[in-house]
């Protein structure tokens, strides 16, 4: 299954907070269960990232509740090792 790399771009603080009360009403999104989402926001960057899988990003930005697909890209990615 092909890999992308999830980013919650850049939103404001009250933006996140209306995203983490989302996942707390409704659950963590299936994409993301049992990933570990790297986050900046405690830090004072509002913005997050995730390693994810599916079969096209389209696909897995329509997984998303509408709150966070409007701060989310997907990217495909290849890993590397260097």
Do not use: Y
């Given at each position: 299954?092909?890999?992308?790399?999830?980013?919650?771009?850049?939103?404001?603080?009250?933006?996140?907070?209306?995203?983490?009360?989302?996942?707390?009403?409704?659950?963590?999104?299936a994409v993301l269960k049992g990933r570990e989402f790297l986050c900046s926001c405690p830090h004072?960057?509002?913005?997050?990232?995730?390693?994810?899988?599916?079969?096209?990003?389209?696909?897995?930005?329509?997984?998303?509740?509408?709150?966070?697909?409007?701060?989310?890209?997907?990217?495909?990615?290849?890993?590397?090792?260097?």
């Amino acid at each position: 299954m092909p890999q992308f790399i999830l980013e919650c771009t850049e939103h404001t603080d009250a933006q996140c907070d209306e995203m983490n009360q989302e996942m707390e009403r409704e659950g963590v999104p299936a994409v993301l269960k049992g990933r570990e989402f790297l986050c900046s926001c405690p830090h004072g960057h509002h913005a997050g990232w995730a390693v994810v899988e599916g079969p096209d990003a389209a696909s897995i930005l329509a997984t998303l509740p509408p709150i966070f697909r409007a701060h989310a890209r997907a990217h495909q990615i290849e890993s590397m090792q260097f």
